[in-house]
C-alpha cells in the first residue's frame, strides 16, 4: 500500500466512557484472586475453545524482570490444566537480551521458564498472514512456528508500554507474534527513516491491531484472553530492570474470548481507580494516544467494547468497574 495516502484515525488521546459506547456486550470474567489458584479459576472459565495444540503466548521479560506474571502462577497453570502446551514467543527488534534466539534462550532460562517447551516462532523462519479489512497492511509476518498451533491463550501482563501507551492483549499478541527483524519492523519503523521507532500515536495502534487481527483471524474462534492487572509499571516488561517503579495498585485479573472487551475492561479497571492511584498509567496511556487501540479493534469488527463484567469471586454476580476496585489498596513496594 501507499503510506501517504493513508490517514491514521484521531482521538487516542480520549478515554470513551460507557454510556457513550454503541453495540453488542460481551461476557468478562474478573477475579481479584491474584494467585496461582485464581490464575486457574478464571483460565477455566475460558478454555472451552483451545483445542489441539496449544500455544501460550507470554511475554516472558528481559534478565530479572520484576513486573513479569510470575513464573510459579504459569508453571501451576501448565501443570494442572496445559500440560502439553508450550509458551510461544518471538525476538525482539530492539538489541537487547532476547534480539537472537540464543540470546533470548540464555534469558529464558535466567528467568526460569524452563517447566515447559518454549517455542520461539521466528527461530527458523517467517510467514505471511493476510490482515483482513485493514489500511496499513495487506498482510502481516509472523514467526513461521505460530503455524503450528492450532489454538492461542494470550496470557498478558497488563502494564503501560512507551509506545502504545499500554500493552494488553492487542500489544501481547499484535507486536508478540510478529518476527523480530520483518513483522515489527513493518509496525514500528517507516521504510528508509533512520529512526527505528518514527511511527506513534495512532498510526502505531492502528498497525500493531492489524498485525494482532492477523494472528486472531488465522486462529478463529480458537482464542482466548487472560490480562493480569497486577505491578502494573507505565514501562512494558521489554525494559526489564529499568522499568518505571510501580506506582499503580494491583487489581485483578480479566478474561474474555473478545480480545477487545478483555482490553476495554482492563483498561476501565484502571480509570475506576481513584484519581491518585491511577494518574501515571492514565497520563501513559493518554500521552502516547494508546486509547486509539480500542476504537481501532471496534472499527475493525475484533470484538465489543460493552460487556457484562461478571465477578467469579462472588457467585458470578454482574459488577461494575467502580465495585470491582472499591477495596483496592494503594500500592506498596
Same mark, same amino acid.
Given at each position: 500500500?501507499?503510506?501517504?495516502?493513508?490517514?491514521?484515525?484521531?482521538?487516542?488521546?480520549?478515554?470513551?466512557?460507557?454510556?457513550?459506547?454503541?453495540?453488542?456486550?460481551?461476557?468478562?470474567?474478573?477475579?481479584?484472586?491474584?494467585?496461582?489458584?485464581?490464575?486457574?479459576?478464571?483460565?477455566?472459565?475460558?478454555?472451552?475453545?483451545?483445542?489441539?495444540?496449544?500455544?501460550?503466548?507470554?511475554? @516472558?521479560?528481559?534478565? %530479572? *524482570?520484576?513486573?513479569?506474571? #510470575?513464573? $510459579?502462577?504459569?508453571?501451576?497453570?501448565?501443570?494442572?490444566? &496445559? /500440560?502439553?502446551?508450550?509458551?510461544?514467543?518471538?525476538?525482539?527488534?530492539?538489541?537487547?537480551?532476547?534480539?537472537?534466539?540464543?540470546?533470548?534462550?540464555? @534469558?529464558?532460562?535466567? %528467568? *526460569?521458564?524452563?517447566?515447559? #517447551?518454549? $517455542?520461539?516462532?521466528?527461530?527458523?523462519?517467517?510467514?505471511? &498472514? /493476510?490482515?483482513?479489512?485493514?489500511?496499513?497492511?495487506?498482510?502481516?509476518?509472523?514467526?513461521?512456528?505460530?503455524?503450528?498451533?492450532?489454538?492461542?491463550?494470550?496470557?498478558?501482563?497488563?502494564?503501560?508500554?512507551?509506545?502504545?501507551?499500554?500493552?494488553?492483549?492487542?500489544?501481547?499478541?499484535?507486536?508478540?507474534?510478529?518476527?523480530?527483524?520483518?513483522?515489527?519492523?513493518?509496525?514500528?519503523?517507516?521504510?528508509?527513516?533512520?529512526?527505528?521507532?518514527?511511527?506513534?500515536?495512532?498510526?502505531?495502534?492502528?498497525?500493531?491491531?492489524?498485525?494482532?487481527?492477523?494472528?486472531?483471524?488465522?486462529?478463529?474462534?480458537?482464542?482466548?484472553?487472560?490480562?493480569?492487572?497486577?505491578?502494573?509499571?507505565?514501562?512494558?516488561?521489554?525494559?526489564?530492570?529499568?522499568?518505571?517503579?510501580?506506582?499503580?495498585?494491583?487489581?485483578?485479573?480479566?478474561?474474555?474470548?473478545?480480545?477487545?472487551?478483555?482490553?476495554?475492561?482492563?483498561?476501565?479497571?484502571?480509570?475506576?481507580?481513584?484519581?491518585?492511584?491511577?494518574?501515571?498509567?492514565?497520563?501513559?496511556?493518554?500521552?502516547?494516544?494508546?486509547?486509539?487501540?480500542?476504537?481501532?479493534?471496534?472499527?475493525?469488527?475484533?470484538?465489543?467494547?460493552?460487556?457484562?463484567?461478571?465477578?467469579?469471586?462472588?457467585?458470578?454476580?454482574?459488577?461494575?468497574?467502580?465495585?470491582?476496585?472499591?477495596?483496592?489498596?494503594?500500592?506498596?513496594?
Amino acid at each position: 500500500m501507499d503510506h501517504k495516502k493513508i490517514v491514521p484515525g484521531t482521538r487516542g488521546e480520549r478515554y470513551v466512557p460507557y454510556g457513550e459506547r454503541t453495540g453488542n456486550e460481551s461476557i468478562v470474567y474478573f477475579t481479584r484472586d491474584l494467585s496461582p489458584e485464581g490464575l486457574q479459576k478464571i483460565y477455566r472459565r475460558v478454555s472451552a475453545c483451545l483445542t489441539g495444540k496449544v500455544g501460550i503466548k507470554l511475554h @516472558t521479560g528481559e534478565k %530479572n *524482570g520484576p513486573n513479569i506474571i #510470575p513464573r $510459579d502462577w504459569v508453571e501451576h497453570l501448565v501443570r494442572e490444566e &496445559l /500440560p502439553e502446551a508450550s509458551i510461544i514467543e518471538t525476538n525482539t527488534y530492539y538489541e537487547g537480551d532476547r534480539y537472537t534466539t540464543e540470546q533470548h534462550r540464555e @534469558t529464558l532460562k535466567v %528467568n *526460569g521458564w524452563t517447566f515447559c #517447551p518454549v $517455542d520461539i516462532l521466528d527461530a527458523e523462519g517467517t510467514a505471511m &498472514l /493476510p490482515v483482513k479489512g485493514g489500511k496499513w497492511f495487506t498482510e502481516m509476518s509472523v514467526g513461521k512456528g505460530l503455524l503450528d498451533y492450532d489454538s492461542m491463550l494470550a496470557l498478558t501482563h497488563f502494564k503501560g508500554h512507551v509506545q502504545g501507551g499500554f500493552g494488553g492483549s492487542d500489544k501481547n499478541i499484535g507486536i508478540g507474534c510478529a518476527d523480530g527483524r520483518i513483522g515489527k519492523a513493518m509496525i514500528h519503523t517507516t521504510p528508509g527513516s533512520a529512526d527505528m521507532w518514527d511511527i506513534a500515536k495512532e498510526e502505531f495502534m492502528e498497525r500493531m491491531t492489524e498485525s494482532a487481527k492477523a494472528t486472531i483471524d488465522y486462529f478463529g474462534r480458537h482464542v482466548t484472553y487472560i490480562n493480569v492487572l497486577r505491578n502494573m509499571s507505565v514501562s512494558c516488561d521489554c525494559e526489564g530492570c529499568a522499568a518505571m517503579p510501580v506506582v499503580t495498585p494491583n487489581i485483578g485479573i480479566a478474561a474474555s474470548t473478545d480480545i477487545l472487551a478483555v482490553d476495554q475492561a482492563s483498561v476501565d479497571l484502571v480509570y475506576a481507580l481513584k484519581e491518585k492511584d491511577h494518574k501515571d498509567l492514565v497520563e501513559r496511556m493518554e500521552t502516547r494516544h494508546g486509547l486509539r487501540q480500542l476504537t481501532y479493534m471496534k472499527e475493525l469488527g475484533m470484538g465489543n467494547d460493552r460487556y457484562i463484567l461478571v465477578d467469579i469471586d462472588h457467585e458470578d454476580a454482574h459488577i461494575g468497574v467502580k465495585d470491582a476496585v472499591k477495596d483496592v489498596k494503594p500500592f506498596v513496594r
